[in-house]
């Protein structure tokens, strides 16, 4: 069963160059250290300035793996972490394909 995950990002006023700019990076180091695809986009209508990074994984059991490897690194400090103040909320949702 194929995995969708997704990160939704909403930054605060003004900072959204500096959201944009930190979602690249996020998409960038999550390519280069796990091979992963990472789809972004921003929402047209809705929240300013929303944006969401999307992947895609063959089953849950890939998900969870990786996600343990992407804490660790981001504990490790590895992985690009935001400056506070840059969002206003991020929420992450798992869906499955049917």
Same mark, same amino acid.
């Given at each position: 069963?194929?995995?969708? /995950? +997704?990160?939704?990002? +909403?930054?605060?006023?003004?900072r959204l160059?500096?959201?944009?700019? /930190?979602?690249?990076?996020?998409?960038? *180091?999550?390519? #280069?250290?796990?091979?992963?695809?990472?789809?972004? =986009? *921003?929402r047209f %209508? %809705?929240?300013? %300035?929303?944006? #969401?990074?999307?992947? /895609?994984?063959? @089953?849950?059991?890939?998900?969870?793996?990786?996600?343990?490897?992407?804490?660790?690194?981001? %504990?490790?400090? @590895?992985?690009? +972490?935001?400056?506070?103040?840059? /969002?206003? =909320? +991020?929420?992450? *949702?798992i869906w499955?394909?049917?």
């Open positions: 069963m194929s995995v969708v /995950f +997704t990160r939704v990002g +909403t930054p605060l006023p003004g160059g500096d959201a944009a700019n /930190f979602m690249k990076q996020r998409a960038e *180091a999550l390519r #280069s250290s796990y091979g992963l695809e990472i789809g972004l =986009n *921003a %209508g %809705g929240p300013a %300035g929303q944006m #969401s990074m999307v992947s /895609f994984h063959d @089953n849950l059991a890939e998900l969870e793996d990786l996600r343990r490897k992407i804490i660790a690194d981001v %504990g490790s400090g @590895n992985m690009p +972490t935001p400056d506070a103040g840059i /969002f206003a =909320n +991020t929420h992450d *949702a499955l394909k049917l």
